[in-house]
């Protein structure tokens, strides 16, 4: 078995009570690893950083092209720009991908969910380009190019392949935003037509798309979408499942990639040992197949399906009193 170096971000909060049980279950399946743990967030700040993501975090990242992040705390409306953001644009971490599906004995409004949730994560109105035009009023300029609307449908395809689904839904606006979200369909189509025909493809203006999710989350295969509406639609599609606390999160470009809960860091629990780290755990799961140790990863994604199943060892928020070390224990120990 190779081993593997692997950057590891604790992050704020509850981070690093998350990404330890994580790296617990990790190496307890067999992972051989050499950890390279490394601030970002406020907790950067507090070490004395002048950055939320130092230098050397980020260099590690681009040397070791992988990373598991604990949540971290962005200021509201002021101070540091998002850790996220900043990773997202310096490593070209182009495509956010988010799989949902339901979990056994995760009781929800829905059952048989299996979706996957594509973003383009470097443009957009997430572009950050902001201007006060004149006192009072500001303006905000949403970015596309061809460049990176073509690459993240070509990922998009590429993935959906290599997953084995069928089908690819690219939720959009174009009939407002003729230019913008009308250069990320022609992009997509081009793709779908020219090099991916085998897949089937559909195009829904993201508002009837939203209500059709409600309706019936059971018909989306994949979904495919610019920067804020996927945002936005991979936080509500976590909602059909039991919420944030239990849906994988990764950040991946050609040159690194960072996998992450996709939760806040819930500075209101941190250090009383009640946090969910499923998220985290799936997060690296995600990460082990992007390594390629998928044996690994298959072992531990049963392990906590089992646990969630039996129900005996869940965390408060999943309705039961375990805690995060309970959990965790009971995941290593379906281990098989």
Request: glycine share 10%; charged share 20%; aromatic share 6%.
């Amino acid at each position: 078995m190779a081993k593997h170096t692997i950057v590891v971000i604790p992050g704020d909060g509850i981070g690093p009570e998350v990404v330890g049980a994580a790296r617990r279950v990790m190496e307890a399946a067999g992972l051989s690893v050499d950890w390279v743990e490394l601030p970002a967030g406020a907790t950067a700040v507090e070490q004395g950083f002048e950055n939320v993501l130092p230098a050397r975090t980020l260099a590690a990242i681009q040397a070791h092209k992988v990373a598991l992040k604990g949540p971290v705390t962005t200021p509201v409306g002021k101070g540091f720009t998002s850790v996220n953001v900043q990773l997202r644009k310096k490593l070209n971490l182009y495509a956010a991908v988010r799989p949902v599906r339901s979990l056994p004995g995760v009781k929800t409004l829905y059952d048989n969910v299996n979706m996957i949730i594509i973003r383009e994560n470097t443009e957009g109105l997430y572009s950050g380009i902001e201007n006060e035009v004149i006192p009072g009023v500001v303006t905000s300029l949403k970015v596309a190019t061809e460049l990176a609307c073509t690459r993240i449908a070509r990922f998009a395809f590429r993935y959906a392949t290599k997953q084995h689904r069928k089908k690819i839904t690219v939720f959009h606006k174009a009939n407002i935003m003729k230019m913008t979200d009308g250069l990320f369909l022609n992009c997509s189509r081009r793709i779908y037509e020219e090099e991916y025909p085998n897949i089937e493809y559909e195009e829904v203006i993201i508002d009837a798309g939203c209500m059709k999710i409600v309706q019936d989350p059971t018909r989306i295969d994949v979904l495919l979408m610019e920067n804020l509406y996927g945002d936005v639609v991979s936080d509500l599609c976590a909602g059909l499942v039991g919420g944030l606390g239990v849906v994988p999160g990764s950040n991946i470009g050609d040159e690194a990639a960072v996998f992450e809960a996709v939760h806040g860091s819930a500075p209101d629990i941190a250090g009383k040992g009640v946090a969910n780290p499923l998220a985290c755990i799936m997060s690296g799961v995600m990460m082990l197949r992007h390594v390629h140790e998928d044996a690994i990863a298959l072992r531990i994604e049963k392990a906590y399906d089992e646990v969630l199943a039996e129900g005996k060892n869940l965390t408060r928020d999943l309705g039961g009193s375990a805690g995060t070390n309970q959990f965790t224990d009971a995941v290593i120990g379906k281990l098989k």
